[in-house]
């Protein structure tokens, strides 16, 4: 897990550090989850990276001893962070097959050798990590990458940042249809409320704990060139028209804010917006942004592809507890379009999620099974004056022809568009928080044959079995030799897939294995 840093609010003198978690831990996020689902978090886990703030964990004593473990784990993390001054140094090494199964949440490498060290640190004001990567024959081209860095400071309870993480917004393990670690994160501006206290005022404290977070990014996509008005049109030897690479290089705008409303304590809703726009030869000025923020992007009141201020996605998701049993069930909506001040075209994730413990193992286990569907067709507001909002429109754009993507990734769902899957999943997570688990997933991509898509041109069919693993060597001795952090994470897959255009099959065999350590 990359144990990176945000700064929470000064108490009485004291700045007070509070870790964040990441994305990239599938046992962590378990810990998290059990807790928040015994009581022992009070705000929604929902979204990541999630800052832990001012006694996050609080002082419940859970009834399991197997509880109590995951709470310790991320006490004894909240502690060794919140220490003023530089963090051991971090190394990883990863290596994979050439064809590895979707990204999901916890850790996969993007390429198939990567190398990485970074460096955090934290003062009475600032906290920081400069992570510094080299991909091999990466096929984005960039060999030399950033990606886990961040500057931030603290303003009150508010996190200012300069980042490039990883984010990851939604409750579901296999996917996200607004914002995934799919793609590689994009360099960013970001603001993030640390501590989740309710508002003491009664015309708001209905809400209940609620966090928010907001960004600017850029996606440093190319666009193709397009023949547009010139503007020098007129002067001797000026052309009518030019050919410019329309939209290329666009800002990613994102906000998020989850809360547990009337006390519900068994009810996280989150809810969700992200925009592309701006780039070259589009509109970007504070009054073109004021427009995509009050949602003046459809094709009315003077707005026309010149001067459209971009590409929204915007939409719900909850996650709810069934009071008395460990379960809960989950799902995502998300709009493609908007129409009434309403998420329209939408794409539909739902799951149902159990947990509980193996006493004779002195462990806890967690099974979901999770259903994704990318095509652009639920809950339409208008059907018949827009029968085209289906295929081809979801992750796709008139204007930002790359798509809702980023060097050639999906930023949503990692199946991309009018793709759907079902995935069924489960992991134990023993005493000592090694972590061992299963995956199997059957899917359908680009089921029409037609429109970008970042996974594959032809439709295709396909299933795959995933085991999976997260393993903490810590303080234990291997060959001899003491580690005080050593930490994996890897797993093998299975995929068989068939070409519907060609009528070809498809299989592979691979796995990958990252190796983490400090000094």
Do not use: C
């Not at 304590?265 to 917006?273: A, E, M, P, T, Y």
């Not at 199997?440 to 429109?451: F, H, Q, V």
């Not at 299975?494 to 990252?514: K, M, P, Q």
């Amino acid at each position: 897990m990359n144990r990176s840093l945000f700064l929470t609010p000064l108490i009485v003198s004291t700045a007070i550090a509070s870790p964040r978690i990441e994305s990239d831990s599938i046992t962590t996020r378990h810990d998290m989850q059990l807790l928040r689902d015994a009581g022992a978090i009070e705000s929604a886990v929902l979204t990541w990276p999630w800052p832990m703030g001012r006694n996050a964990f609080g002082e419940s004593q859970l009834d399991e001893r197997t509880y109590q473990d995951g709470q310790n784990r991320l006490l004894s993390i909240y502690r060794s962070e919140s220490e003023l001054g530089y963090r051991p140094t971090e190394t990883s090494l990863s290596i994979a097959s050439d064809k590895l199964p979707f990204r999901s949440f916890g850790h996969q490498p993007r390429e198939q050798f990567e190398a990485s060290i970074s460096q955090a640190w934290l003062s009475e004001w600032f906290a920081g990590n400069i992570s510094i990567a080299y991909a091999d024959n990466p096929l984005d081209g960039d060999d030399l990458r950033f990606d886990g860095s961040y500057l931030a400071v603290a303003l009150g309870n508010w996190s200012l940042a300069l980042d490039q993480v990883d984010r990851w917004w939604g409750p579901g393990w296999d996917g996200s249809l607004i914002l995934s670690n799919n793609a590689r994160p994009a360099p960013a501006v970001s603001l993030t409320r640390i501590s989740p206290d309710a508002w003491k005022t009664k015309w708001l404290n209905w809400i209940g704990p609620w966090t928010f977070t907001t960004f600017m990014g850029q996606l440093d996509n190319e666009e193709p060139l397009r023949e547009r008005p010139n503007p020098d049109a007129g002067k001797e030897g000026e052309p009518e028209t030019i050919l410019i690479p329309w939209g290329s290089d666009a800002l990613l705008f994102g906000m998020r804010i989850d809360f547990t409303p009337f006390g519900w304590k068994n009810l996280d809703i989150g809810l969700s917006r992200t925009a592309q726009w701006a780039g070259e030869g589009r509109p970007k000025d504070w009054s073109t942004f004021k427009k995509l923020l009050l949602g003046e992007d459809n094709a009315v009141n003077g707005i026309n592809s010149e001067n459209e201020p971009g590409n929204q996605l915007a939409g719900v998701d909850y996650r709810l507890r069934i009071p008395g049993f460990k379960i809960a069930q989950y799902a995502q909506l998300i709009g493609e379009d908007e129409d009434g001040f309403l998420p329209d075209a939408n794409m539909l994730l739902a799951g149902i999620e159990a947990w509980g413990e193996l006493e004779s193992q002195n462990a806890t286990w967690r099974a979901y099974f999770e259903w994704a569907d990318t095509r652009a067709g639920y809950l339409r507001r208008d059907p018949e004056s827009h029968p085209n909002r289906d295929f081809n429109t979801a992750y796709n754009h008139h204007i930002y022809k790359s798509g809702y993507r980023r060097k050639g990734k999906a930023i949503g769902h990692a199946m991309d568009g009018d793709g759907i899957m079902r995935s069924i999943g489960g992991f134990i997570v023993k005493e000592n928080g090694d972590l061992w688990g299963a995956k199997y997933r059957n899917y359908s991509l680009n089921r029409d044959g037609a429109g970008p898509n970042s996974v594959t041109i032809a439709p295709k069919e396909g299933q795959s079995l995933e085991l999976f693993f997260e393993l903490d060597f810590s303080d234990s001795p291997i060959l001899n030799f003491q580690f005080s952090n050593l930490r994996t994470s890897g797993g093998i897959h299975y995929i068989d897939e068939d070409n519907l255009a060609t009528g070809e099959n498809e299989s592979d065999f691979g796995g990958h294995l990252t190796v983490i350590t400090s000094f």
